[in-house]
């Protein structure tokens, strides 16, 4: 009992500690008011301006972990309100929940400071009486980053494990004001930026000044009138009064609300599209709801674009112009199209998360084309979306594979409406039981796919014209690169890119709008982060079909005798699935190919089909430019592209190789490591199943993905040696020695320099896909 009585007594200790230090501060400073920064606040002249000085510091040094679901405590620092708002100990991505947790997203779920505060979330700014000296002692963020200054930490060589602890899943220390005299005590090594090298002198004294000032905010300028004009044509467009109006904008909005839109000739002013009480010119008052189709709880539901000022981040950011071309194609699909529409669909679980219900009054083929026009930005939202978060939410999908699109005039699409008719009670979703999913619901979502496959099956075998071919699959219109597009998975986070990287995939989804449709409102629309364990499994196991189902589709384009081997091959070691389809390709499709083949090594020949296919689209980025390298060492490049085996296994997920030549800006590229894994069906043990054997490198010009694992930096002349030693990793003592040379490591003093410049290029090679990379996931070596 002496062990517990001693737990028990610190415990108590602390409290009184930090009750001491409330009474103190109060009877110094005042009782906090949570409404201080609801405020607008009058710049003082001698304050850093935030919007030119402080920001450009906490996007470049803070935002890195700091943004979206997973920044430690809520804290986000992506935006004014999200630092005056605090933080929260409460994870956002918990590992078990019964029920599902009240959601707390920035710009919906409170207007207030005062309301955060009744959710849980503590200041890190001072909210008592402002002098420069309280602002400064009453400010978690101010005394974080000062403890940072006394204790920058090494300069060379990993940081000491036994004292930082990097890992995911890692327990927070999400301190108050009362509790800082001990965590400075106790954690003297964990000032801001944690595990990172300390901000300059300059920035820290920017900051500080700021926060002494008592952190005054300048928002931005108004819209100019041009732009208002042009939000006001596309509010007129997404709120006609009709009934088919109503039907298609909120069509849109389930797909497009998650992105940030921006007028096409206007790219420095973004969008978000939201639901709002109010019409258009009026001021924006938003429905916030879990999902994007719950109740609004209002007769009438206007869609309107509010201007986002938020930094944008890698693992999140997607872009969508909203040009005029763009406008014309959905006119012509949804608003000027003869469509009739008797009434309006609910909103009840069970009708809004099954699109197939909703939309029924909307044409199948233009909700199809509508997905395609941009498949890389839906398929995106797969990525970027709060579903795919850690590596239980991924490991339901390979390293490396492909997606492509049976076209809209292929004798399968065109029949969709007909499937849908069939089996529509079939493709329930999870997200009908809301988010406090029961622990088994899985199982009715397996018999319920297993009757929609059986129906699938016989409608397919039944069309007399099917014999899947090449030319079933869209090419684009010969113009679009969404066509072909390649997935990665980075571990614990993923990526998507237009276009087909790599000669051979791990596998290949091959979606029609109803598998597509279906993708959308599982991982994006009906996925809700803050939902229970029954709803993230149920979600988890669902896509198990899905991906299942789309790689079946491509499979019938081999020969039928040549089928099963392929998919074996994917799925080695696995026990027999539940549904008879998925383990048996002859029971998925009977039927043989339109396709001649001349080799036996049909597969190989397939990818080479396809590749020649879409090769019209394919973004030219793919190919590795000179771009001032010379032809050698472009070469030299692209030989990481041969590595596999053991050296590639020893490889990080996700490298960035920052390559200087001469006194030129560095060019970066993404060095991805592709794990192979005998089969990707079971949820657990994902290490038993890893074959680093088949692993294999890819190297791509610009930047994939949020979340690097290492960054290496070198110069052009050093390319060779680069190369050479990747090629030749044999043990932990060579991959050690390549972090030595090359690696740039958590406690280099160049650190801020490289990545400053490493995004510097990005916003100068390509500035509508830029935004700020996640420094979370960074190696320890």
Same mark, same amino acid.
């Given at each position: 009992?002496?062990?517990?009585?001693?737990?028990?007594?610190?415990?108590?200790?602390?409290?009184?500690?930090?009750?001491?230090?409330?009474?103190?501060?109060?009877?110094?400073?005042?009782?906090?008011?949570?409404?201080?920064?609801?405020?607008?606040?009058?710049?003082?002249?001698?304050?850093?301006?935030?919007?030119?000085?402080?920001?450009?510091?906490?996007?470049?040094?803070?935002?890195?972990?700091?943004?979206?679901?997973?920044?430690?405590?809520?804290?986000?620092?992506?935006?004014?309100?999200?630092?005056?708002?605090?933080?929260?100990?409460?994870?956002?991505?918990?590992?078990?929940?019964?029920?599902?947790?009240?959601?707390?997203?920035?710009?919906?779920?409170?207007?207030?400071?005062?309301?955060?505060?009744?959710?849980?979330?503590?200041?890190?700014?001072?909210?008592?009486?402002?002098?420069?000296?309280?602002?400064?002692?009453?400010?978690?963020?101010?005394?974080?980053?000062?403890?940072?200054?006394?204790?920058?930490?090494?300069?060379?060589?990993?940081?000491?494990?036994?004292?930082?602890?990097?890992?995911?899943?890692?327990?927070?220390?999400?301190?108050?004001?009362?509790?800082?005299?001990?965590?400075?005590?106790?954690?003297?090594?964990?000032?801001?930026?944690?595990?990172?090298?300390?901000?300059?002198?300059?920035?820290?004294?920017?900051?500080?000044?700021?926060?002494?000032?008592?952190?005054?905010? #300048?928002?931005?300028?108004?819209?100019?009138?041009?732009?208002?004009?042009?939000?006001?044509?596309?509010?007129?467009?997404?709120?006609?009064?009709?009934?088919?109006?109503?039907?298609?904008?909120?069509?849109?909005?389930?797909?497009?609300?998650?992105?940030?839109?921006?007028?096409?000739?206007?790219?420095?002013?973004?969008?978000?599209?939201?639901?709002?009480?109010?019409?258009?010119?009026?001021?924006?008052?938003?429905?916030?709801?879990?999902?994007?189709?719950?109740?609004?709880?209002?007769?009438?539901?206007?869609?309107?674009?509010?201007?986002?000022?938020?930094?944008?981040?890698?693992?999140?950011?997607?872009?969508?112009?909203?040009?005029?071309?763009?406008? +014309?194609?959905?006119?012509?699909?949804?608003?000027?199209?003869?469509?009739?529409?008797?009434?309006?669909?609910?909103?009840?679980?069970?009708?809004?998360?099954?699109?197939?219900?909703?939309?029924?009054?909307?044409?199948?083929?233009?909700?199809?084309?509508?997905?395609?026009?941009?498949?890389?930005?839906?398929?995106?939202?797969?990525?970027?979306?709060?579903?795919?978060?850690?590596?239980?939410?991924?490991?339901?999908?390979?390293?490396?594979?492909?997606?492509?699109?049976?076209?809209?005039?292929?004798?399968?699409?065109?029949?969709?409406?007909?499937?849908?008719?069939?089996?529509?009670?079939?493709?329930?979703?999870?997200?009908?039981?809301?988010?406090?999913?029961?622990?088994?619901?899985?199982?009715?979502?397996?018999?319920?796919?297993?009757?929609?496959?059986?129906?699938?099956?016989?409608?397919?075998?039944?069309?007399?014209?099917?014999?899947?071919?090449?030319?079933?699959?869209?090419?684009?219109?010969?113009?679009?690169?969404?066509?072909?597009?390649?997935?990665?998975?980075?571990?614990?986070?993923?990526?998507?890119?237009?276009?087909?990287?790599?000669?051979?995939?791990?596998?290949?989804?091959?979606?029609?709008?109803?598998?597509?449709?279906?993708?959308?409102?599982?991982?994006?629309?009906?996925?809700?982060?803050?939902?229970?364990?029954?709803?993230?499994?149920?979600?988890?196991?669902?896509?198990?079909?899905?991906?299942?189902?789309?790689?079946?589709?491509?499979?019938?384009?081999?020969?039928?005798?040549?089928?099963?081997?392929?998919?074996?091959?994917?799925?080695?070691?696995?026990?027999?699935?539940?549904?008879?389809?998925?383990?048996?390709?002859?029971?998925?499709?009977?039927?043989?190919?339109?396709?001649?083949?001349?080799?036996?090594?049909?597969?190989?020949?397939?990818?080479?089909?396809?590749?020649?296919?879409?090769?019209?689209?394919?973004?030219?980025?793919?190919?590795?430019?000179?771009?001032?390298?010379?032809?050698?060492?472009?070469?030299?490049?692209?030989?990481?592209?041969?590595?596999?085996?053991?050296?590639?296994?020893?490889?990080?997920?996700? #490298?960035?190789?920052?390559?200087?030549?001469?006194?030129?800006?560095?060019?970066?590229?993404?060095?991805?490591?592709?794990?192979?894994?005998?089969?990707?069906?079971?949820?657990?043990?994902?290490?038993?199943?890893?074959?680093?054997?088949?692993?294999?490198?890819?190297?791509?010009?610009?930047?994939?993905?949020?979340?690097?694992?290492?960054?290496?930096?070198?110069?052009?002349?050093?390319?060779?040696?680069?190369?050479?030693?990747?090629?030749?990793?044999?043990?932990?003592?060579?991959?050690?020695?390549?972090?030595?040379?090359?690696?740039?490591?958590?406690?280099?003093?160049?650190?801020?320099?490289?990545?400053?410049?490493?995004?510097?290029?990005?916003?100068?090679?390509?500035?509508?896909?830029? +935004?700020?990379?996640?420094?979370?996931?960074?190696?320890?070596?």
């Amino acid at each position: 009992m002496r062990p517990l009585a001693h737990l028990l007594f610190l415990i108590l200790l602390a409290g009184c500690t930090t009750v001491v230090t409330r009474v103190q501060l109060d009877r110094e400073l005042g009782r906090p008011d949570p409404a201080r920064f609801d405020r607008p606040a009058t710049q003082p002249v001698e304050a850093p301006d935030y919007q030119t000085r402080v920001r450009p510091i906490l996007e470049r040094r803070c935002v890195a972990c700091h943004a979206c679901y997973d920044a430690p405590c809520q804290l986000k620092l992506t935006r004014h309100d999200g630092i005056t708002r605090g933080a929260n100990p409460d994870p956002v991505y918990a590992d078990a929940r019964l029920l599902a947790a009240n959601p707390t997203r920035l710009g919906f779920d409170a207007a207030s400071n005062a309301a955060w505060r009744d959710k849980g979330f503590h200041p890190v700014l001072n909210e008592r009486a402002s002098t420069p000296q309280a602002n400064r002692d009453a400010s978690v963020l101010y005394r974080i980053l000062a403890l940072k200054q006394r204790n920058p930490g090494p300069d060379s060589g990993p940081q000491p494990a036994e004292r930082f602890n990097f890992a995911l899943d890692r327990p927070q220390s999400c301190s108050r004001i009362e509790g800082m005299g001990d965590f400075e005590k106790e954690h003297p090594e964990w000032g801001m930026p944690f595990g990172l090298p300390a901000l300059s002198p300059a920035e820290h004294d920017t900051l500080s000044r700021w926060i002494e000032a008592g952190a005054p905010f #300048s928002p931005r300028a108004p819209l100019p009138p041009q732009v208002q004009a042009r939000v006001g044509e596309w509010e007129a467009l997404l709120n006609g009064n009709s009934l088919r109006d109503q039907l298609a904008a909120r069509y849109i909005y389930e797909h497009w609300y998650i992105g940030q839109l921006y007028i096409d000739d206007q790219p420095d002013y973004r969008f978000e599209l939201v639901r709002s009480r109010s019409a258009p010119g009026q001021p924006i008052d938003v429905i916030a709801t879990r999902r994007p189709y719950d109740d609004p709880g209002v007769a009438r539901v206007y869609y309107r674009l509010r201007p986002s000022d938020e930094t944008l981040v890698a693992k999140t950011h997607m872009p969508l112009a909203l040009d005029g071309a763009r406008r +014309a194609r959905l006119k012509k699909w949804f608003f000027d199209a003869p469509i009739t529409v008797d009434r309006l669909p609910g909103y009840d679980p069970k009708t809004a998360s099954n699109p197939f219900a909703t939309f029924k009054a909307l044409p199948v083929d233009a909700r199809y084309r509508f997905m395609l026009d941009d498949a890389g930005f839906t398929v995106m939202g797969f990525m970027k979306g709060p579903v795919c978060r850690g590596q239980v939410a991924l490991n339901v999908i390979n390293d490396h594979f492909w997606v492509l699109f049976y076209s809209p005039e292929s004798e399968v699409a065109r029949d969709t409406q007909g499937l849908l008719d069939a089996t529509r009670p079939n493709l329930r979703m999870p997200a009908e039981d809301d988010s406090s999913t029961g622990i088994l619901a899985w199982n009715t979502y397996a018999r319920a796919e297993r009757r929609y496959l059986e129906t699938k099956s016989s409608y397919m075998s039944s069309l007399p014209r099917v014999r899947p071919q090449i030319t079933d699959l869209w090419n684009g219109d010969g113009r679009n690169p969404n066509a072909g597009l390649t997935v990665f998975r980075h571990f614990d986070s993923a990526s998507v890119i237009r276009g087909l990287a790599g000669e051979q995939p791990q596998t290949v989804l091959l979606m029609g709008y109803p598998l597509f449709e279906r993708m959308h409102y599982l991982l994006v629309a009906g996925f809700d982060v803050y939902g229970n364990t029954g709803h993230q499994l149920a979600t988890r196991l669902y896509m198990d079909f899905l991906r299942m189902e789309g790689e079946e589709n491509f499979l019938t384009l081999l020969p039928l005798k040549h089928r099963q081997k392929v998919l074996d091959s994917w799925y080695r070691g696995r026990p027999d699935p539940r549904i008879r389809q998925f383990a048996d390709a002859r029971t998925y499709f009977p039927g043989e190919t339109g396709m001649r083949y001349r080799t036996t090594d049909t597969l190989g020949e397939l990818y080479s089909s396809v590749h020649r296919y879409l090769r019209p689209v394919r973004p030219v980025t793919l190919d590795l430019a000179p771009n001032g390298l010379k032809a050698e060492q472009v070469a030299q490049l692209r030989s990481l592209n041969s590595i596999t085996g053991r050296s590639a296994s020893r490889m990080p997920e996700h #490298s960035l190789l920052v390559v200087h030549n001469g006194k030129g800006p560095v060019r970066v590229l993404s060095l991805l490591r592709n794990s192979a894994h005998s089969n990707v069906a079971s949820l657990f043990n994902e290490d038993a199943r890893r074959l680093p054997d088949e692993d294999t490198l890819i190297v791509l010009d610009g930047f994939v993905g949020a979340y690097p694992n290492a960054i290496f930096h070198l110069d052009a002349e050093e390319l060779p040696r680069f190369v050479r030693t990747v090629h030749n990793l044999a043990d932990d003592d060579d991959v050690l020695r390549l972090y030595q040379r090359f690696a740039v490591r958590r406690t280099d003093t160049r650190f801020w320099r490289i990545s400053d410049a490493i995004h510097d290029y990005w916003q100068s090679a390509d500035p509508r896909q830029a +935004a700020i990379l996640d420094y979370s996931r960074l190696d320890n070596r």
